[in-house]
């Protein structure tokens, strides 16, 4: 079957974009991870999202899901393992082959290779998100480990909301407050027992109660080596439309910040732009 919309991705932004072509009548069909799977679902509370506040990120998501099932949303579970742009597009996942007129890419951010005790401690005091999680550790003690240019500004905001910080990297940070203590360090590990009880750098333990890991967001171009990226994201434009044609993005593939408000409202832009692109080829 031939969809008109694939989404890639199946986190807040690709469901946002699938109930929002569904809502113009296409048929879209969703690639991804459970749900279940998503980093979201560990998180402990939600408390930006309007109107939904104080939701674990595993109610969220199941919302999400729900919303987009009652849509009639269709949905693959399956990483794609290639993509290939002609006369549509048509993405492998497993051994079965899928087409659609038009592509959104949501595929959150990649977390390249988690250190030892990262995905054990997921939730119990590893976090992706400075703002979604740093209200937890007020006048507590966090390890940064800094891995992209905006994790100093991430640091300080954990310090601003009274949370006893230390920001580890290879490198020393440019923009990082004075009064942080800066570890150089390249071998992490997290360290804990029912929570995190310290991250582990070079061989020295660094205690704290919660580890912010904050890497680049680096886009999918192995699916689609044509794709444009800038500082290791999809560049977009205001309509989500990446370089080539048909092809949309949204999301923490698109870059900072790493929100699920943000990603809804992305998710929804794609989709309506995909759907006028797939009208407009209709009356070529």
């Known amino acids: 079957m031939r969809y008109d919309i694939l989404v890639?991705?199946?986190?807040?932004?690709?469901?946002?974009?699938?109930?929002?072509?569904?809502?113009?009548?296409?048929?879209?069909?969703?690639?991804?991870?459970?749900?279940?799977?998503?980093?979201?679902?560990?998180?402990?509370?939600?408390?930006?999202?309007?109107?939904?506040?104080?939701?674990?990120?595993?109610?969220?998501?199941?919302?999400?899901?729900?919303?987009?099932?009652?849509?009639?949303?269709?949905?693959?579970?399956?990483?794609?393992?290639?993509?290939?742009?002609?006369?549509?597009?048509?993405?492998?996942?497993?051994?079965?082959?899928?087409?659609?007129?038009?592509?959104?890419?949501a595929p959150g951010v990649s977390r390249q290779a988690k250190y030892p005790g990262e995905g054990?401690?997921?939730?119990?005091?590893?976090?992706?998100?400075?703002?979604?999680?740093?209200?937890?550790?007020?006048?507590?003690?966090?390890?940064?480990?800094?891995?992209?240019?905006?994790?100093?500004?991430?640091?300080?905001?954990?310090?601003?909301?009274?949370?006893?910080?230390?920001?580890?990297?290879?490198?020393p940070p440019q923009g990082l407050d004075g009064d942080i203590p800066f570890v150089k360090a390249n071998r992490l590990a997290v360290k804990g027992e029912t929570t995190v009880t310290a991250l582990e750098a070079d061989g020295a333990d660094i205690p704290c109660n919660g580890v912010f890991i904050l890497r680049q967001a680096v886009a999918p171009t192995d699916l689609l080596p044509a794709l444009e990226t800038e500082n290791g994201v999809i560049k977009v434009d205001r309509r989500m439309a990446t370089n080539v044609e048909g092809v949309f993005a949204a999301g923490d593939c698109t870059g900072a910040p790493l929100q699920v408000a943000k990603a809804v409202g992305e998710g929804h832009v794609a989709a309506l732009s995909a759907c006028e692109y797939l009208d407009q080829q209709q009356e070529k």
């Open 120 to 171: 054990e401690y997921l939730g119990r005091g590893v976090s992706y998100c400075a703002t979604c999680d740093g209200m937890l550790y007020r006048n507590k003690p966090v390890a940064v480990v800094g891995r992209s240019p905006d994790a100093p500004q991430e640091a300080n905001y954990l310090k601003s909301l009274g949370c006893q910080v230390v920001y580890v990297s290879p490198q």
């Open 8 to 105: 890639l991705g199946s986190g807040p932004a690709g469901l946002a974009a699938a109930v929002g072509a569904r809502g113009r009548n296409k048929s879209v069909l969703v690639i991804g991870n459970r749900w279940q799977d998503s980093p979201l679902a560990k998180a402990e509370k939600v408390d930006n999202y309007l109107g939904m506040p104080g939701r674990t990120g595993a109610e969220m998501l199941e919302e999400f899901y729900n919303h987009a099932v009652k849509a009639g949303v269709e949905f693959v579970t399956g990483r794609a393992i290639s993509l290939m742009a002609w006369n549509g597009f048509m993405v492998t996942v497993g051994s079965q082959v899928y087409e659609g007129s038009a592509l959104i890419l």
